[in-house]
């Protein structure tokens, strides 16, 4: 079955530091991967996608993923956190010829001062 | 228009009664999710339709649980005898269902059920 494993529930980081979340999905087939982040009382957004064109895939506000094959991994980064990215984030799986998607637990994102 | 617009975006209801959720998808998209989202969870799928007819139903968790959408544009959520847990936020997304734009969700607002 298609699924994605997001592995920590929540992140802490300063302001102006890095931020990795971390995601594995497993496959049977070729997947394409998503990127969404839901802000407190507002609707899920689309941050990137792929889909097996560039591994590494830029979106909105600064955030990049890298889709790596061989540890079935696709990890969200920036390289400077915001106070407004503080927002809880999906990993969202999908498989070639199946529409639904399929999100991960979330990772809450906490930014501080 | 210019977003998917879900209603209510508060319905409390007891434990037992009908409830209808709406959803009115980004004019010209033909694809239609409604997944449902609980405390603390990531939003779990329930239903997909393309046009008319319901291509996925295969999340939706028991025969008291149904949508439709007859026009192949507005859709609606029925949940009879509702249980305290259904209770949840049930998101409505809609796609272009094209290859370029297929699986890219637009997500509505949500609507947030409470049973009491």
């Known amino acids: 079955a298609q699924s994605v494993t997001q592995l920590d529930s929540h992140v802490s980081v300063s302001e102006g530091t890095p931020v990795l979340l971390r995601c594995n999905y497993s496959?049977?087939?070729?997947?394409?991967l998503f990127w969404y982040v839901q802000h407190p009382n507002k609707g899920l957004q689309l941050l990137l996608k792929?889909?097996?064109?560039?591994?590494l895939v830029k979106g909105i506000n600064g955030f990049e993923a890298e889709f790596k094959k061989s540890e079935t991994s696709f990890h969200l980064t920036k390289p400077s956190a915001h106070m407004s990215d503080a927002a809880e984030y999906f990993c969202v799986v999908s498989f070639t010829g199946f529409q639904k998607l399929v999100f991960g637990t979330g990772t809450r994102l906490l930014v501080s001062p | 228009g210019a977003g998917v617009s879900q209603t209510p975006s508060n319905k409390v209801t007891e434990k037992g009664k009908y409830v209808e959720l709406r959803c009115d998808p980004i004019s010209g998209h033909t694809a239609l999710y409604w997944y449902r989202q609980s405390l603390g969870q990531g939003p779990e799928f329930l239903i997909y339709?393309?046009?008319?007819?319901?291509?996925?139903d295969s999340g939706l968790p028991n025969d008291r649980f149904f949508a439709v959408r007859p026009e192949g544009s507005v859709s609606t959520l029925k949940i009879q005898r509702t249980e305290r847990g259904d209770s949840a936020v049930y998101l409505c997304a809609s796609s272009p269902g094209t290859d370029s734009g297929a699986n890219v969700l637009t997500f509505g607002a949500g609507s947030r059920l409470t049973v009491l």
């Open positions: 792929y889909t097996s064109a560039a591994t």
């Open positions: 496959s049977s087939y070729s997947p394409s």
């Open positions: 339709f393309q046009g008319t007819g319901a291509a996925d």
